[in-house]
């Protein structure tokens, strides 16, 4: 179907939204994505001129769907979409994809993302608040930097309003960060450090959660996944209980 662009927006540091209208009217769930196509590349990308886009966009949040995604200069395909003129029509496909979160999942839910990985429990997470479904939601969110962190003040807003909602970022390397500070650095009061098996117990720990009543979510680049899935056996967390969607490409 044909999506309008309708707005960009920073979302953090090389981090960028796209809004679109859709053609038609379509229902979707909350993790599903779109195949996104750009009518011509204005830059060459061997890749060719289409990508999966999770839609960082709740299905609470009315008929205009949001993608994120890092724009890098390496990729031609990013490079043409991040330079779309507001108003350009481009081709999508969807929704797909089977990393939803069902509104009857009561338990406790552990989403960990790496970086971009954030976008489908963004959708996920709005809509559970804006639905009031009820279901307990804990994201352990990972970047390098603060600055990189997207969607940050709006998390922090839901961690503050809903009960159901908790929230613990981890930055890798705080010390090479640039924002805020003239002198360079800035002050993080966030977790530091990769998620490892520890941050992870302490976590729960601290949430009062059980580790066998849990039910995991992880997301971001292939490198981040497989780390986080080694973790869960780590943990002895049965398969059955992690949920896994890669990002291949980062
Ligand atoms: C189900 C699903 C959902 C997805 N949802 C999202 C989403 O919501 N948001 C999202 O962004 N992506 C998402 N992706 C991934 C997306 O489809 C792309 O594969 C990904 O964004 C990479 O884009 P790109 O190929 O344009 O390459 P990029 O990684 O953007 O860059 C192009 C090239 O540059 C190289 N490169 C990248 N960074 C550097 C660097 N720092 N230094 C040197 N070289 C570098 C890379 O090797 C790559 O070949 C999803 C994928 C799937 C399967």
Redo the contacts with the bound molecule.
């Keep these: 179907m044909k999506l309008k662009l309708v707005e960009k927006r920073k979302e953090a540091q090389g981090t960028k939204s796209f809004f679109f209208e859709t053609e038609k009217d379509f229902d979707y769930l909350p993790g599903q994505?779109f195949y996104i196509t750009v009518p011509k590349l204005k830059y060459k990308?061997t890749?060719g001129a289409t990508?999966?886009?999770?839609l960082?966009s709740s299905p609470t949040e009315g008929k205009i769907i949001r993608?994120?995604?890092?724009?890098?200069k390496?990729?031609g395909?990013?490079q043409t979409l991040n330079e779309l003129a507001v108003g350009t029509e481009i081709e999508g496909e969807g929704p797909e994809?089977t990393?939803v979160l069902d509104e009857k999942e009561k338990g406790p839910q552990v989403m960990i993302a790496g970086g971009?990985g954030i976008?489908?429990f963004r959708s996920m997470i709005k809509y559970a608040i804006d639905k009031n479904t009820g279901t307990q939601i804990h994201l352990i969110y990972s970047n390098s930097l603060p600055e990189q962190i997207s969607f940050q003040k709006e998390l922090e807003n839901w961690a503050k309003e809903a009960d159901n909602f908790k929230l613990s970022m981890t930055v890798t390397r705080p010390e090479e960060s640039t924002r805020n500070l003239p002198t360079g650095g800035q002050e993080w009061n966030g977790l530091t450090g990769r998620i490892d098996e520890q941050m992870i117990k302490k976590l729960i720990e601290n949430w009062k959660l059980k580790i066998g009543n849990l039910t995991f979510w992880l997301c971001g680049s292939p490198v981040i996944v497989d780390a986080m899935e080694k973790i869960m056996g780590q943990l002895d967390v049965s398969a059955g209980r992690v949920r896994s969607?890669?990002?291949?490409?980062?």
């Design positions: 994505y990308d890749r990508r999966h886009f999770t960082s993608i994120t995604t890092r724009v890098r390496e990729s395909f990013k994809g990393f971009i976008t489908p969607e890669k990002f291949p490409g980062y």
